[in-house]
């Protein structure tokens, strides 16, 4: 089983406080996580990435959290500014016999109010 | 800065037909990948492309589907006779090295298949 799911489909967050982004997998073998932002009529952009060796890892105002135990993922954004609001999504990457499998959850949308 | 630029940005088709996706990679990547999103759904990984082959390909990605990169500058996905379930938003993306880098993705082009 590799999926990669994310349940909240919407959250809402005041200017200046933290969003908080989960992402739950159920594949212990995922070796690389990733997140992405998604404005509308727009491909995805990278954001952060993490490594299934690594728990944490911090660029600027986003910082990834990998729980390997709970198999939770979860995306910091402080302080949250109104042009984070957009989809973000989480993706794993899973290698296997020299390939890889490439993982998207469904998507949770951040509105972030002025 | 560069960008991954994708042609058209629409594309309406009818159901049986043959459709070319154009894109164009940044410039001195070297790995290349198509992505798509059906309406209301997770982005999926359909194939990635790295020294003139392609290097992994997903369930999606059947005998319909091929990539090609013919001149060295442009990357192609072709659909050789489209259905109705093809209708979508394609992504096309690029990195300068393997998957754990980061990828920089196109605008899209959304497919109707009628």
């Known amino acids: 089983d590799q999926q990669v799911k994310q349940n909240s489909p919407s959250l809402s967050v005041q200017e200046g406080r933290i969003s908080i982004l989960n992402c739950d997998y159920t594949n212990s073998m995922f070796d690389y996580f990733l997140w992405y932002k998604k404005y509308p009529a727009e491909g995805p952009t990278f954001l952060i990435s993490?490594?299934?060796?690594?728990d944490k890892n911090e660029d600027g105002r986003f910082t990834v959290f990998l729980n390997k135990s709970a198999k939770h993922l979860s995306l910091h954004i402080v302080p949250s500014q109104p042009g984070d609001s957009a989809v973000y999504f989480c993706?794993?990457?899973?290698?296997?016999?020299?390939?890889?499998?490439?993982?998207f959850g469904t998507g949770t949308r951040l509105k972030v109010l002025a | 800065e560069p960008e991954v630029t994708q042609t058209p940005s629409h594309q309406v088709t009818q159901m049986g037909q043959e459709v070319i996706l154009r894109c164009v990679p940044i410039s001195n990547h070297l790995y290349f990948y198509w992505y798509r999103q059906i309406l209301g759904q997770k982005v999926e990984f359909l194939v990635s492309?790295?020294?003139?082959?392609?290097?992994?390909k997903s369930e999606i990605f059947d005998d319909q589907f091929s990539v090609e990169r013919p001149d060295g500058s442009n990357f192609t996905l072709k659909i050789r006779s489209t259905k109705l379930e093809d209708s979508a938003m394609y992504f096309c993306a690029s990195a300068k090295r393997g998957v754990e880098e980061t990828q920089y993705f196109g605008p899209g082009t959304r497919l109707l298949v009628l």
């Open positions: 492309f790295y020294n003139n082959e392609i290097s992994e």
């Open positions: 993706a794993a990457i899973w290698r296997t016999s020299g390939t890889y499998k490439y993982i």
């Open positions: 993490i490594s299934s060796i690594k």
